[in-house]
């Protein structure tokens, strides 16, 4: 079982690799070659098949240990090999003369939107987390013996969100409240049935032939792959658990397999700055099938180095945790979740007040472009015809403006009131004379607020947003120009003359 098991992991790993040389090659290079040929879910089948065999586990191991224990367990797996990935990819980064945006939020992998995640691949742990999360209070209150009923609820009320209200489940930024009814989620909860349905004697040999046909029909069918995959997946771990002979489950092994889904977790942290760093340190005519090859062989090559790391350091926290006196399990594993809890609870509150600003700024983002400005005079003038008033205490920059191959167009930088800080604070891009979209300042930028003098304490005078969509290229990749706007005032924000072209990187 372990075995079969980890060769799942392997794959599921693999296949997001795959995804991600050929999506990166397009983005970073604006070489399609390989993309045209890659399967379009194989990315989204790799996170599906990581989710359900996450529930599988989830639902094995509630009970075996106290609540608290439980959670120490999952916060050592998840978080010290990943700062450890992050802070290589910052250095790295630092070297070869790249950006890096540290985002505190991000790092300690809270769940919400607007983050910048910096390996680029993290989305997915604030999810892992929130499922831990469930569990541990499913032990806390002592119902594991209900785990079946309320996967099977927690299930049918994902699919019923999905049906009514698909706005709430859709992304991969979602905050807590939004992010355990998210589609994504459904994989989840179907995992947390397996051993129910092991139980019950449904077991076959030939479970992954159904897996693989849900999975396949998944790639014809797209619109209903949010449907399929899970079910596909839930087939194919179904098959890999089922209880066989010992001996048989040995000598069927293949160790490669076994090892490369030990080190799934560092391959999935790790490919994608490698990655990156390979198509922007290429020269321009190296062949892209060449640097697909190789942005893979190399990332192998990582997680096989930052694998063996993980793994050992696991055990030795595992067994400090594990050496932690019960009152201190139970004082030290609720505290951890309570901190999630309460950060969720604010993030909501702020989600809510973010919600109201972005929609004043499209609605006056709107007003604005019916004047069609396509310069900063034109677009100042279009501000106060619109009831804004000029004020020079807002200041700010564009730092990096990129349009990926896809038309979306990256905007980052900073904005801030001298006097009040970012509160408040929106940034309205225009491109050829139409509205593109608003980012909202949420990061934090310690040299923005040093030279400001602000108060350092809740002041996020950082921003970053993809505006535009991939339908929307009428406007190609011409100067754009930004409006900064709090309450009724604006002020214009400075953007360099030169606008990369469609073949400049994108950061993760």
Request: charged share 15%; glycine share 8%.
């Amino acid at each position: 079982m372990k075995y079969r098991l980890q060769y799942l992991r392997a794959i599921a790993a693999f296949m997001v690799v795959v995804w991600h040389a050929s999506y990166h090659l397009w983005n970073t290079r604006a070489d399609n070659s390989v993309l045209l040929h890659t399967p379009g879910i194989s990315g989204a089948f790799g996170v599906t098949l990581f989710f359900v065999i996450s529930g599988y586990l989830m639902a094995t191991l509630a009970g075996k240990n106290s609540a608290g224990q439980f959670f120490l367990h999952r916060v050592i797996r998840i978080y010290p090999v990943y700062w450890i990935v992050v802070l290589l990819f910052f250095f790295g980064s630092s070297v070869l003369g790249y950006g890096f945006t540290f985002d505190l939020a991000s790092f300690l992998l809270l769940p919400g939107p607007g983050r910048i995640y910096p390996l680029g691949v993290e989305w997915t742990l604030p999810f892992e987390l929130s499922f831990y999360l469930v569990v541990f209070f499913i032990v806390l209150f002592r119902a594991t013996r209900a785990v079946p009923v309320i996967a099977a609820l927690w299930a049918l009320g994902i699919l019923a969100v999905v049906q009514f209200a698909p706005g709430i489940s859709q992304g991969q930024f979602p905050r807590l409240s939004h992010l355990l009814v998210s589609q994504w989620t459904l994989a989840f909860a179907l995992g947390m049935l397996v051993p129910t349905i092991i139980r019950y004697g449904i077991v076959s040999s030939f479970s992954w032939l159904l897996g693989l046909a849900i999975v396949a029909s998944a790639a014809v069918f797209p619109q209903h792959a949010a449907y399929l995959l899970p079910a596909g997946c839930l087939c194919l771990v179904h098959w890999a658990v089922i209880p066989r002979p010992e001996g048989v489950e040995k000598a069927r092994e293949i160790k490669w397999l076994t090892r490369l889904g030990d080190w799934s977790y560092a391959l999935y942290l790790c490919h994608v700055p490698i990655m990156l760093w390979i198509f922007r340190l290429a020269p321009a005519h190296w062949s892209g099938s060449l640097l697909w090859v190789a942005s893979i062989v190399l990332s192998l090559l990582g997680a096989a180095l930052i694998g063996r790391v993980d793994l050992w350091l696991y055990r030795r926290l595992k067994g400090i945790v594990d050496g932690f006196s019960k009152t201190t399990c139970a004082r030290l594993g609720p505290a951890v979740a309570a901190c999630l809890v309460a950060y969720s609870g604010h993030a909501e509150v702020r989600a809510w007040s973010d919600s109201q600003l972005a929609a004043r700024a499209d609605e006056l983002g709107h007003e604005i472009s019916r004047s069609q400005p396509v310069s900063l005079d034109a677009l100042a003038d279009a501000a106060q015809r619109a009831h804004l008033v000029p004020a020079p205490e807002l200041v700010g920059h564009a730092d990096s403006l990129t349009c990926g191959a896809d038309g979306v167009m990256q905007i980052r930088g900073w904005a801030a009131d001298r006097e009040a800080g970012s509160g408040g604070i929106a940034v309205l891009v225009f491109q050829g004379g139409g509205y593109r979209g608003s980012a909202l300042p949420k990061f934090a930028r310690a040299d923005v607020v040093q030279v400001l003098k602000l108060s350092r304490l809740g002041v996020t005078p950082g921003f970053e947003a993809d505006v535009g969509t991939h339908n929307d290229t009428s406007a190609g990749c011409s100067q754009p120009v930004l409006l900064v706007v709090k309450d009724s005032r604006f002020a214009l924000l400075p953007v360099d003359s030169h606008f990369p072209a469609p073949s400049a990187s994108r950061s993760p």
